[in-house]
């Protein structure tokens, strides 16, 4: 499975912004999708995860309420709409999939993408 994710940018305080993650390959439906995130000099931080089926989803606790993941199987893409942005949300942003739980370390993850740059001015 090959992982592409776009979206990222700058924004200021209070925007909006949505990443996407187009998976490869015909196994992305049966894989729990996420998101991370890496700020500068930092490890890299569960941000959410939705299953499989997209039934159920899980959110770190600095971005519950705010941000928003769902998943379209039908394009392969998971997405991450995120809202009420805030500066310390500035990282690199990395979706990820594999047969991995709810709330999964970054050592459970069996794919990752390439990272997309999301930056919030105050």
């Known amino acids: 499975v090959q992982l592409q994710a776009s979206g990222g940018g700058l924004v200021q305080a209070g925007g909006s912004l949505k990443l996407s993650c187009t998976a490869s390959g015909r196994t992305f439906s049966s894989y729990t999708m996420g998101w991370f995130r890496q700020a500068p000099g930092k490890e890299r931080n569960f941000v959410a995860t939705i299953s499989w089926s997209g039934t159920n989803t899980v959110y770190a606790d600095s971005v519950k309420g705010r941000f928003t993941i769902s998943r379209d199987n039908a394009k392969n893409t998971a997405y991450l709409q995120m809202n009420s942005l805030k500066p310390e949300d500035t990282a690199v942003y990395y979706c990820?999939?594999?047969?991995?739980?709810?709330?999964?370390?970054?050592?459970?993850?069996?794919?990752w993408g390439q990272g997309t740059q999301v930056t919030v001015s105050s």
């Open positions: 990820a999939a594999g047969g991995m739980s709810l709330r999964p370390s970054p050592y459970d993850v069996s794919y």
